[in-house]
């Protein structure tokens, strides 16, 4: 796992590192999905029939930061609303889009154990760590980080 839990006050957040932005922003996304179900309905995911598809979010002044919050509602929007469950992903980011190819199962045939309404840029990181660069951890939970790497941080609300 490259992804943790981050303590906020009232809502959950994810932090995560990688070594390159696609894949940092896939682990993003895996912990939005991860941390909405309980531990029994991610291993049920494996037992329901597996569609695959293209997605796309087009990027406006090549902003990766918005695009990546684009992207996470986008995941949160078709799960909830077109019943398109992401559970897995692979990325294209080029400076006009991030497209992605998708595996998703029916969302009604899972039920969250939290609801996310919203994705927020309260608290939004999305920073390449230079080799040597070490960001700090918080607490016991989350680690420091050390580059060269993708570090990013998003908080939902709940």
Do not use: C
Not at 2 to 11: E, H
Not at 70 to 97: A, H
Request: proline share 3%.
């Amino acid at each position: 796992m490259s992804w943790w839990i981050l303590p906020t006050t009232a809502d959950i957040g994810i932090r995560a590192f990688s070594s390159n932005v696609a894949d940092l922003i896939k682990e993003m996304t895996i912990g939005l999905q991860s941390i909405q179900l309980s531990d029994e309905q991610t291993y049920e995911i494996n037992s329901l029939n597996i569609h695959t598809g293209q997605w796309s979010i087009p990027l406006f002044n090549s902003d990766l930061e918005r695009g990546m919050i684009r992207w996470l509602e986008e995941v949160l929007y078709l799960g909830t609303t077109e019943d398109q469950w992401l559970v897995d992903v692979s990325f294209k980011i080029s400076d006009l889009s991030i497209n992605a190819q998708v595996s998703w199962v029916d969302s009604n045939f899972l039920s969250r154990e939290i609801e996310i309404k919203a994705v927020t840029m309260h608290e939004l990181i999305l920073k390449e760590l230079k080799e040597g660069e070490i960001f700090p951890g918080l607490g016991t939970d989350i680690p420091s980080f050390e580059g060269p790497g993708w570090l990013g941080q998003v908080v939902l609300d709940i």
